[in-house]
C-alpha cells in the first residue's frame, strides 16, 4: 500500500492531466498512487490515463458534475494512502517532489502541510507573469509564494496535503468559494498544526489567458468575504488591501485630470513592479506583461471583495448562506 494518495479533480482539461501525469512518472520516490477524479467532463482524460499504465499506479473514477469539493471528497473516500496529497490538474510536480516531502515528514512529521508554487522555465510569458503577479511581495504580501509573508500560512489546494487521522476527525472540502481555506482552518481549530514545506513545490500553469485570469482573482476576492461569513476571524487587513488598492487607484486617476502630480504614486508602484519583475524574470517582455497582469489581479479581487462585502454583508444577502455552512460545521 503507497503512503501518500494524491487526489487531484479534473474537468475538461485531458492536456493539463498528461503533463501532470508525465511529471509524476518520472519522480524519484514513487510511494503514491494517484486517485483521479473526473468530474463530469465533456472530454474525458480516460484515454490520456490509460497511456501511463504500468508507469503510474492511477485509480480513474467518472462521475456526474458535481464541483471540485464534491469530487476531491470523491477521491478521499477512494483513497487508501495514510496521507492525502492535492494538486491541481494544471501543475507540474518537480522530480524529486515526493523525496523532499517524504524526508522533511521523517524529520518534523505535521498533521498537515502545504507547498509553494512557481514557475517553470518552459512556461509561457504569459504564466511566468502571472506567477510573478501571485507570488510578489508588492502583489500579495508572500501569501501565496512561501516568502516572508504578511499573513500566517495557511495550506492551499493547489499543493497541500494531511494525514488520514485529520480528514477522519475534521471531514473533507466544502462545496464553497475558498473551500481549502475553510478547509484549513476546520483543521486548525481541531487542533492540528500545519506547515510550509518549501522544498515540497510545484509548477503551477494557472491560467492561460488574462479573461481567465481576471474571472479567477475577481472569484478569490469574492471568497474571501464568503469565508469571513463563516469565519469572521479569517479576515485580515492584507485581504483588504487589494479592494483599497481599486479604490486608491480611481481616487488618484481621477485626482490627476485636476493636479498632474497626483498620478505620480501610482506611477512610482508601477516602476516598482517592473523593476522586481525584471530582476526576478531577467525578460523585459515578461516584466511589462507582469505589471499588466498584477494590475488585473489587485484591481478583479478587489472589485470582487467590495461587491461581495456590500452584497452579502451590508445588505445581508449572505447571512443564509453562511448560517447553513456554520449549522454544518457545529454537527
Known amino acids: 500500500m503507497s503512503y501518500f494518495s494524491i487526489i487531484v479533480p479534473v474537468y475538461n482539461r485531458p ?12 519522480q524519484s520516490c514513487k510511494d503514491f498512487e494517484l486517485v483521479l477524479v473526473e468530474d463530469g467532463s465533456d472530454i474525458p482524460c480516460k484515454e490520456v490515463v490509460d497511456s501511463f499504465e504500468g508507469k503510474i499506479d492511477v485509480k480513474y473514477f467518472y462521475k456526474d458534475n458535481a464541483g471540485r469539493s464534491a469530487a476531491r471528497n470523491y477521491g478521499l473516500e477512494r483513497a487508501g494512502g495514510e496521507y492525502f496529497v492535492f494538486f491541481d490538474s ?3 510536480i518537480p522530480p524529486d517532489y515526493f523525496t523532499a516531502l517524504k524526508e522533511a515528514l521523517a524529520k518534523e512529521f505535521t498533521p498537515c502541510f502545504g507547498g509553494p508554487d512557481a514557475a517553470s522555465d518552459d512556461f509561457s510569458d504569459l504564466q511566468k ?4 503577479s501571485m507570488t510578489s511581495f508588492l502583489t500579495t504580501g508572500g501569501i501565496r509564494g512561501g516568502k516572508v509573508q504578511m499573513e500566517k500560512f495557511v495550506p492551499r489546494s493547489f499543493n497541500m496535503g494531511f494525514s488520514r487521522e485529520v480528514w477522519e476527525k475534521v471531514g473533507g472540502f466544502r462545496e ?29 500553469k494557472r491560467r492561460v489567458s488574462l479573461r481567465r485570469f481576471a474571472k479567477q482573482t475577481y472569484m478569490f476576492g469574492t471568497g474571501r ?18 479592494a483599497l488598492f481599486l ?10 485630470f485636476f493636479r498632474w502630480w497626483a498620478i505620480l504614486p501610482l506611477a512610482a508602484y508601477v516602476l516598482a513592479l517592473w523593476l522586481s519583475a525584471l530582476v526576478k524574470t531577467k525578460s523585459l517582455k515578461i516584466a511589462c506583461m507582469a505589471v499588466v497582469t498584477s494590475f488585473i489581479q489587485l484591481c478583479c479581487y478587489g472589485y470582487g471583495f467590495i461587491r461581495a462585502y456590500i452584497w452579502e454583508v451590508l445588505l445581508g444577502h449572505g447571512r443564509n448562506v453562511s448560517k447553513e455552512l456554520k449549522m454544518r460545521r457545529e454537527s
Do not use: Q
Open 15 to 26: 492536456d493539463e492531466v498528461r503533463g501532470l501525469l508525465e511529471s509524476l512518472a518520472l
Open 90 to 92: 494544471d501543475c507540474v
Open 129 to 132: 507573469a502571472i506567477n510573478f
Open 176 to 204: 464553497m468559494l475558498a473551500e481549502d481555506l475553510d478547509l484549513s482552518i476546520r483543521i486548525r481549530k481541531a487542533g492540528y498544526t500545519a506547515r510550509l514545506i518549501r522544498e515540497a513545490f510545484v509548477y503551477h
Open 225 to 242: 468575504v464568503g469565508l469571513k461569513l463563516i469565519w469572521p476571524e479569517s479576515l485580515k487587513a492584507v485581504h483588504c488591501l487589494p
Open 247 to 256: 479604490l486608491g487607484c480611481i481616487f488618484l486617476i481621477v485626482c490627476s
